[in-house]
């Protein structure tokens, strides 16, 4: 009989539904950040409020939320070691992901959709050649991986039918100190992968811009995606820091006017589209925030101090900064939320 409850009480548990999101107060984004001498991930509100805070090993970068269920796996900083898969409603760190030998994480990753794999941008230490981490997301074990398409992967995003857009910066590091060694002769491209991981298609930028890094995307619901780069040629260059890229076309720069562009200070932090599909674009180094219609044209420049982190809020935008302030962005509007002691690292990452 005790064999039987066992199993019975087994069938009860497999029955019963696992928490969401909800469960946790339905945040509406992640971010990392520092509050005195902690490394923290944050569950944020629409409104700008912290509804959790769980501590990191070290600084973060950005996270993975899982769609269903209140997990998050927290990146670490480059050139930090760490990603680790966080129970968001204890605080407690489940497991802690270890890439092969030779291989480094790159500070990105997503989910699929349905929640079951996890998928993380790495390189090949000794090469910078990119790889794209495949791990099941029950207990976390590495399952494969596939090539990203390209040197130094960075951000990586999921379409709707599950392929890949990868972002593959061009720059080759030093395995120990990630020193650049290539800037000279860098090649950045963006990379589609189909759901089985071949690649599909690819876009280059033109051979004068190959000192281009394309770091951080973000996709529109049609398809577009949106890039965002960094500079690594001559400073005195205003070069455009924003790209638009719908697959089997060449990619669309969208440079601002030139006094614009030289307040980027030749640095995209990070990009993020509006439900009323204009793009915004931060430079923590230039200390303001772009705003292009959906067809890339400038519209607008925001100042504001160190900021980086953004994602859509609606049609506008929630922001997030150096000195401890949440902002949202709407009708050209820059507007405090709140303000607090945590630093905000470099990302936004919305659940949904």
Request: proline residues 8%; negative net charge.
């Amino acid at each position: 009989m005790a064999t039987r409850r066992a199993f019975l009480s087994g069938l009860a548990a497999l029955a019963l539904p696992k928490p969401g999101w909800a469960a946790v107060g339905s945040p509406h984004c992640l971010a990392a950040g520092k509050t005195a001498e902690r490394y923290v991930l944050h569950g944020l509100s629409a409104d700008g409020h912290s509804l959790f805070a769980i501590d990191l090993p070290g600084r973060g970068h950005a996270a993975a939320a899982h769609p269903h269920r209140p997990l998050a796996v927290a990146f670490a900083r480059r050139p930090g070691t760490f990603a680790i898969v966080l129970d968001c409603m204890t605080g407690a760190e489940q497991y802690q992901l270890t890439p092969p030998a030779g291989r480094q994480f790159n500070g990105h990753g997503v989910f699929s959709a349905d929640g079951r794999v996890l998928y993380t941008s790495e390189v090949i230490a000794e090469t910078s050649q990119g790889r794209i981490g495949i791990w099941e997301a029950e207990d976390f074990q590495r399952v494969g991986e596939w090539s990203s398409g390209g040197i130094g992967p960075h951000d990586l995003k999921r379409q709707a039918d599950g392929g890949l857009i990868v972002a593959n910066g061009g720059i080759a590091t030093d395995p120990a100190d990630r020193s650049k060694l290539n800037i000279a002769t860098m090649r950045p491209n963006l990379t589609r992968l189909s759901p089985a991981g071949e690649i599909t298609a690819q876009a280059e930028l033109p051979p004068a811009l190959w000192q281009n890094s394309i770091r951080h995307l973000a996709l529109a619901p049609d398809g577009t995606v949106a890039f965002a780069m960094q500079w690594e040629g001559d400073p005195a260059e205003p070069v455009p820091l924003l790209g638009l890229w719908q697959i089997g076309t060449p990619p669309q720069l969208c440079p601002p006017p030139e006094a614009e562009a030289f307040r980027m200070q030749g640095y995209a932090g990070s990009v993020a589209i509006s439900g009323s599909g204009q793009i915004a674009l931060t430079s923590p180094r230039g200390g303001v925030v772009m705003i292009h219609a959906q067809n890339g044209a400038h519209l607008a420049t925001h100042a504001r101090a160190d900021v980086c982190g953004v994602t859509a809020l609606g049609s506008g935008f929630l922001l997030s900064d150096g000195s401890g302030a949440l902002w949202s962005l709407e009708d050209q509007q820059l507007s405090p939320l709140t303000v607090g002691d945590t630093h905000w690292d470099n990302h936004i990452v919305p659940l949904a």
